[in-house]
């Protein structure tokens, strides 16, 4: 016998990040999930974000890991509420983990939660996590070939920030081909080129973010 | 990695259904995804294998619909398949290319059960 289904396998995940998003929705809380390769600059743009946005925004951080508490230590000592999500071994974070992580947080004086998710290029991409956009990191050392090798990940992001500019001269980084091949797979992504070291061009992201958030508390 | 947590998924699906429709056993699932988005059926076949064990899909096959990279080329303004990713099109090799399908993500289409 041949029973139809036709649903996704990620369907309970999906209803799960519904919920997060209806309760975000509710108190108001812009949310984004941040993703890339291990070692592309994260935790440095949260710091950055953080910095830049902390006066003007009640900011809240989850990070998510493996093991180790050492990027929640950092956003910690700038005095933003921050959970650290132990995956225990998953590759990524999913609905259920940021919901568990929820009840730490006063979300109703909260106007920024930015979640940090495991460093990998492949499966954050197919959880959602109730976020209203995500953004993803890709630092010119990795190489500009990573669009073509991981689709997924660059059609899913809103933005791409191309992190560690200073070291252009001396990495083997096409930019216009990263770009290039970026919009091909995502012709709406959003793209900023930045060093997180020297601040280099943080400006464009902190404004695109500030607009992002101001306009969602108006809706 | 993410086998584990879409063949788990998988797996819930399996259990609602067999709640629904009085069934005791799958002798096959199918599935349809991109070619883009991420699954590798090998992987996938490993895991389920052991994960389904002790369940009423213990030793069901696994079937794949993959859907194809689709890239649109402006210039041509004509859409052609390919089984991976390309950023040129094979006609006028120019790189005014949009990729139209190749993402669609995991679903279960349906059981074979008895």
Redesign the interface.
């Given at each position: 016998m041949k029973v139809s289904v036709i649903k996704n396998v990620l369907d309970a995940n999906d209803r799960l990040a519904a919920d997060n998003k209806a309760l975000f929705d509710d108190k108001k809380v812009y949310v984004i999930n941040l993703m890339s390769s291990p070692g592309a600059g994260k935790t440095t743009l949260v710091e950055r974000t953080i910095v830049a946005l902390q006066d003007q925004y009640k900011i809240g951080v989850i990070e998510g890991d493996i093991q180790d508490t050492c990027d929640a230590d950092r956003v910690a000592r700038l005095g933003i509420p921050v959970v650290q999500i132990n995956t225990g071994g998953a590759c990524h974070i999913d609905g259920n983990m940021v919901r568990e992580a929820l009840p730490t947080f006063d979300l109703a004086a909260l106007d920024l939660l930015i979640v940090e998710n495991v460093g990998n290029l492949v499966c954050p991409a197919e959880f959602k996590i109730g976020e209203n956009e995500k953004v993803m990191i890709l630092s010119t050392p990795e190489g500009s070939d990573k669009p073509a090798k991981y689709p997924l990940m660059f059609r899913e992001a809103a933005v791409m920030i191309i992190n560690k500019m200073d070291l252009m001269p001396y990495v083997d980084f096409n930019l216009e081909k990263a770009k290039k091949d970026a919009l091909t797979i995502n012709p709406k992504l959003k793209i900023f080129e930045v060093s997180c070291k020297t601040s280099g061009g943080l400006t464009g992201w902190i404004e695109w973010l500030s607009a992002q958030i101001t306009t969602y508390k108006k809706s | 990695?993410?086998e584990?947590?879409?063949i788990r998924?998988?797996l819930?699906?399996v259990e609602d259904?067999a709640a629904k429709?009085g069934?005791e056993h799958v002798n096959a699932i199918r599935?349809s995804f991109g070619r883009?988005?991420?699954i590798e059926p090998k992987s996938l076949e490993f895991g389920f294998k052991i994960q389904s064990e002790g369940t009423k899909a213990e030793g069901a096959t696994l079937e794949f619909d993959i859907h194809p990279v689709v890239v649109y080329c402006l210039d041509c303004e004509k859409e052609f398949h390919a089984d991976h990713?390309c950023?040129a099109c094979p006609t006028c090799k120019g790189?005014n290319?949009?990729?139209n399908g190749?993402?669609e993500?995991?679903?279960?289409?349906?059981?074979?059960?008895?």
């Open positions: - | 990695m993410h584990f947590s879409l998924s998988m819930d699906i259904y429709h069934f599935l883009l988005s991420c990713w950023d790189e290319v949009m990729l190749g993402m993500e995991l679903k279960i289409v349906s059981l074979d059960v008895i």
